[in-house]
């Protein structure tokens, strides 16, 4: 068992208001894959602790149209769907200070609910070109979490943003190409870098001058 007697108490009374169901889409496979086993056995032991979570396991070699579907590059991966794909995905096993993100953007997607603010919501309305986020993250960062749970509200409050986790170290040839050193490290559009833990309005406003700025955009990094 990976959750201890009292992490699983905690995980049941942290899922009690989910409102409607949410699975977990769960992409791996048996060779070459440092923590899908882990990954695989983490999902299973949570999608018991309450009746509203469902998990989906596919092969990532084998399941080539579920893997399609959800645009699945790389394992293991997560992805939290609720009456549909809001786009949110873990890339890597969501352990340490990841698994409280988990948590809190299952219960976000159960509410149909982004939980953002009426400011980076009225922004998000005049977004007219897709945005892709990759929050790079370390399981020992305390800071970490907020910057993927924001990551993951967008995708929820937005059809045309699409986030990630990435675990830093799992992926490290992702980590050298887009310069990654230090988390978070969200990338926007695979061409703009913002750097460390940004405050909920300042985020928003970053990442959507940052998508609007095209190529050659300069890293930015939190005071």
Do not use: W
């Not at 959750?3 to 009374?13: A, H, T």
């Not at 893997?67 to 352990?95: E, F, L, M, N, T």
């Not at 799992?170 to 887009?178: A, K």
């Amino acid at each position: 068992m990976l959750l201890s007697d009292e992490n699983q108490r905690v995980i049941r009374d942290r899922l009690k208001p989910m409102e409607n169901p949410v699975a977990l889409v769960h992409f791996t496979q048996e060779l070459e894959c440092q923590f899908c086993r882990e990954t695989r056995a983490l999902m299973e032991e949570l999608v018991r602790l309450s009746g509203k979570l469902t998990l989906e396991t596919y092969n990532f070699l084998l399941d080539k149209e579920q893997v399609s579907q959800y645009k699945v590059d790389k394992i293991p991966a997560i992805a939290v769907a609720g009456d549909r794909d809001y786009g949110i995905r873990y890339y890597g096993i969501p352990s340490g200070y990841e698994f409280a993100s988990l948590l809190d953007i299952i219960l976000y997607v159960s509410r149909g609910d982004s939980g953002l603010k009426p400011g980076a919501l009225e922004r998000l309305r005049d977004l007219d070109h897709p945005i892709h986020l990759q929050v790079f993250v370390t399981p020992t960062c305390p800071h970490c979490p907020l910057t993927v749970q924001l990551a993951h509200q967008l995708a929820l409050a937005s059809d045309l943003v699409s986030a990630d986790m990435v675990e830093a170290t799992e992926f490290p040839e992702l980590s050298y190409r887009y310069g990654v050193r230090g988390v978070p490290h969200t990338v926007v559009n695979e061409e703009v870098s913002i750097v460390g833990a940004v405050p909920e309005d300042d985020y928003v406003k970053q990442i959507l001058e940052s998508s609007c700025a095209g190529i050659g955009g300069e890293a930015r990094t939190a005071p």
